[in-house]
């Protein structure tokens, strides 16, 4: 639950020694080796994610031109975020540092903190693909709840829809502005953070 104290805000791939920290808390939990399979499975699956948005976008631009690929980030992309989500039990969405979508893209205040993170990291120079937040919280009287987030950085074909008004092809444009009408996700560089993967999952005991 989100208003539940934070109890191990963690930067990067400690979930091992956060184990071991909530086990001398004598904190109900599971067992370590299934704590460190959900780690590398929730890293798998935002991997999966950030792969399949990709190449879903990449193909309907080059097989259908970034009009039609509006479609992929506006049906597809939550698809394939619902799909993960249902194959494992968990919940896979994605999050904007400036969201077109006002009710799916704005982050909650633990992935606000996340892109805060990526943000600073990338700044001092940081790989994105090296980069990863990992937070443990307790959740109701047995249960533990793992946060997982990995950065999604803008690439040169983003800019078609997320660029300067200069790059957004007029016809693009005009679409994004009637189904977004208070679209922030423009301006965007390559490089620059454009969001991340959140995957929230219960480690239950
Ligand atoms: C053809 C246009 C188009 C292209 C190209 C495009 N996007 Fe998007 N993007 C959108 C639309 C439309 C949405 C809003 C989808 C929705 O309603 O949830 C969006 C939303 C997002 C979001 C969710 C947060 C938010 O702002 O609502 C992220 C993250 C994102 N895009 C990243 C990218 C990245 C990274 C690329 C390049 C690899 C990219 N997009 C390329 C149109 C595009």
């Not at 080796?33 to 699956?45: F, H, K, L, S």
């Not at 950030?50 to 009009?67: D, I, M, R, V």
């Not at 969405?93 to 909650?108: I, K």
């Amino acid at each position: 639950m989100l208003s539940q104290k934070s109890l191990f805000p963690i930067r990067s791939a400690a979930l091992a020694l956060a184990m071991g920290l909530l086990a001398s808390a004598s904190i109900a939990q599971p067992g370590p080796g299934r704590n460190e399979n959900a780690m590398q499975e929730t890293r798998d699956i935002a991997a999966v994610m950030l792969k399949e948005l990709g190449q879903t976008l990449q193909s309907a631009l080059t097989n259908g031109g970034p009009e039609n690929a509006i479609g992929v980030c506006k049906t597809q992309a939550p698809e394939i975020a619902k799909n993960l989500s249902l194959k494992h039990q968990l919940l896979v969405a994605r999050v904007g540092t400036r969201a077109r979508n006002p009710v799916m893209g704005e982050p909650n205040e633990w992935q606000t903190q996340a892109l805060k993170q990526f943000e600073s990291r990338i700044a001092q120079g940081d790989k994105p693909q090296n980069i990863e937040y990992v937070e443990v919280v307790k959740s109701g009287p047995y249960d533990l709840e793992l946060r997982y987030a990995k950065p999604i950085v803008l690439q040169p074909m983003c800019t078609t829809c997320h660029g300067s008004p200069e790059q957004i092809p007029a016809a693009v444009k005009a679409k994004l502005l009637a189904l977004y009408p208070n679209d922030k996700a423009i301006h965007y560089k390559p490089g620059e953070l454009r969001g991340a993967v959140v995957v929230t999952r219960i480690l239950s005991h």
